[in-house]
């Protein structure tokens, strides 16, 4: 597997402002996704980040809301913008590794994010 | 449109007893499929998967999952529950590839001492 963390682990913000959540991978992936975990419920794919192009989202995200940057293979940010309380959840990154661990996903430890 | 049902929304067992945590799947094709657990505060982490092959796969933990295509099913079992057990389990399926994965609504596990 891959060692993923992510910054920070938790917040609080005031509504109106914007974070940005990192998540590096100790290994070259060829995959890396954002999730949302709302609170009490599954995970939601927000989008895939895309090395070297634009993120690719799902039905309901848009990028004005979760702009996000992959520089590299190791590396993405997800930036919550405009943030409510609605935004109050669980981010988490996973990668897809190359290689013999291909279509397999594994999960960072996930930001914490309360919006007042 | 694939889809994840765990039907189970909160379990209670005692330590040392056995467990299974049911999830039934949709998906047109042959799916991909996968047990996360979830302790308090932390991430997601890999149990087990099903790709192809043999339909009875072992995991991490002492855990393993059953795939039945006919009942459209890949349930959890671990033959003897440890208090360290007590999390949240998802199901979830998908097609591989660097394709989304469809997560169920979790299952609440609940150890008695």
């Known amino acids: 597997s891959a060692v993923i963390s992510q910054k920070p682990s938790r917040d609080i913000c005031q509504r109106g402002t914007s974070l940005t959540i990192q998540c590096q991978v100790d290994?070259?992936?060829?995959?890396m996704f954002w999730y949302r975990q709302q609170p009490g419920q599954s995970l939601t794919l927000i989008a895939t980040a895309n090395q070297g192009s634009e993120a690719t989202y799902e039905s309901g995200f848009v990028i004005d809301k979760f702009p996000i940057s992959r520089p590299n293979l190791t590396f993405s940010t997800l930036t919550v913008s405009n943030m409510s309380p609605e935004d109050s959840s669980i981010y988490l990154c996973s990668v897809e590794l190359a290689g013999g661990y291909q279509e397999t996903q594994y999960f960072g430890p996930g930001t914490r994010l309360l919006v007042l | 449109a694939q889809s994840v049902t765990q039907p189970d929304i909160h379990i209670t067992v005692s330590e040392g007893a056995s467990l299974e945590l049911r999830c039934n799947y949709s998906?047109?094709?042959?799916?991909?499929l996968f047990w996360y657990v979830q302790s308090p505060g932390q991430g997601l982490q890999l149990l087990l998967k099903?790709?192809?092959?043999?339909?009875l796969v072992q995991g991490i933990k002492g855990f393993e999952a059953e795939f039945k295509r006919s009942q459209s099913s890949f349930n959890l079992r671990k033959p003897s529950v440890h208090w360290s057990d007590a999390a949240e389990y998802f199901c979830a399926v998908g097609p591989g590839g660097g394709n989304k994965l469809t997560f169920g609504t979790g299952t609440q596990l609940k150890v008695e001492l």
């Open positions: 099903y790709f192809s092959g043999d339909t």
């Open positions: 290994s070259q992936v060829t995959m």
């Open positions: 998906y047109g094709a042959t799916p991909y």
